[in-house]
């Protein structure tokens, strides 16, 4: 995608007007705190009990380790400004302060996605391979692949912050309830659609590269777990997928309907739902 030099007016800040037609606003932010805190209260207390335990660092609690992390990353590009607009009143936000948010909340969704990945492929190899395991994934190998995930995000959001920085913002209001890529390029004088080619190939490639391999895997490891002949241990192993599937359900779906809602629109998908319901109707 090529750049041209605008000569637009760049703001100093920004005004969050997403909230602005819903009502309830202490209520939505009391909500928000809340789940905000118990996010950083379970993510933490995750943390400081893997790395407290010398008997938890192993691969699968590494990661689990990791994904907290992100998870505090992720919650909280979002959360601080929601929070800062729904409660404290303040739908002002610096240029710099959302351009930091768009690039820990993105960093935060590309890293989870890429941990999430990560958790598949454990539980993967070590039920398909119980012998092998831990020749198989050591822990030095799987710090080594968080790493290169935290590496392939930060390259990746630099590109996109970078480009969304180059753009002019002649009206500082984003219509939106905080700072991400899609808001921010809807907020410049310009034709947002060229400017979609980089998060929509990232899109692709979360839901429709990532999404169906962790699909594949935990079908594998349902269908392993069936062959099992201990019917303990299948229940136990069972158990044990479903705990690792439920972040994933957590995770994509929002982001099927964030990524529907962002690039069509509610209108359209609203309107393309009532056409299906007409014609079968009819």
Known sequence: MSLVNFSGQNVAE????????????????????????????????????????????????????????????????????????????DKT??????????????LGDITECLALSLMALDRTVAISEPLRYATILTNQRVFLLIVVSWLLGICLMGTLVSVADQLPYCQPVIKYIFCDYAAIIRAACVDPEPYWLLSSTGALWLLGGQFPLILLSYGKLVFTVLRLPSTEKGGRTFRTVISHFIPVVCYYAPKLVSVLLTRVGSKEIRGTVLRVLRRNLL
Do not use: E, Q
Not at 47 to 59: A, E, G, K, N
Not at 93 to 106: E, F, G, N
């Open 93 to 106: 936000i610096s240029y710099h302060s959302c351009l930091s948010r768009v690039y820990i909340y993105h």
């Open 14 to 89: 920004f005004t969050i007007t997403g909230f602005d037609h819903l009502p309830y606003h202490k209520l939505m932010g009391t909500v928000i705190l809340l789940a905000y805190c118990l996010a950083l209260l379970g993510s933490t207390t995750n943390i400081c009990v893997i790395s407290t335990d010398r008997r938890l660092h192993r691969p699968m609690y590494l990661l689990i380790c990791n994904l907290a992390l992100v998870d505090i990353m992720f919650s909280t590009g979002a959360s601080t400004t929601m929070i800062s607009v729904l409660l404290a009143g």
